[in-house]
């Protein structure tokens, strides 16, 4: 699948702002094109009830922006910001 540097902005902003996922759906979505190795799960629980958002942070390897999977209701604010380093 190709996408244009923009489609892909796109696809990034709607999953943070709207779609909540599993944590077996982030560690597959973690190993494919466009989201290999770009999130950050290290604070998603094996389970299956919980649902979290991808959120954009300022880190950055080669293989892309990195983005945190947070549980779907954290609130954001200033200090989650500063945590997290999210953009």
């Not at 796109?10 to 979505?29: F, R």
């Not at 950055?60 to 997290?84: D, F, M, P, W």
Request: charged share 20%; glycine share 4%; hydrophobic share 30%.
């Amino acid at each position: 699948m190709d996408f244009s540097y923009f489609q892909l902005l796109l696809t990034m902003n709607n999953c943070k702002n709207s779609k909540t996922y599993t944590h077996d759906k982030l560690s597959e979505m973690n190993k494919h094109y466009p989201w290999t190795d770009c999130i950050n799960m290290e604070y998603v629980e094996t389970t299956p009830s919980l649902k979290y958002k991808l959120h954009p942070t300022g880190n950055a390897t080669l293989s892309g922006r990195i983005y945190v999977a947070l549980e779907q209701n954290t609130h954001i604010t200033k200090e989650t910001i500063g945590q997290y380093n999210l953009m």
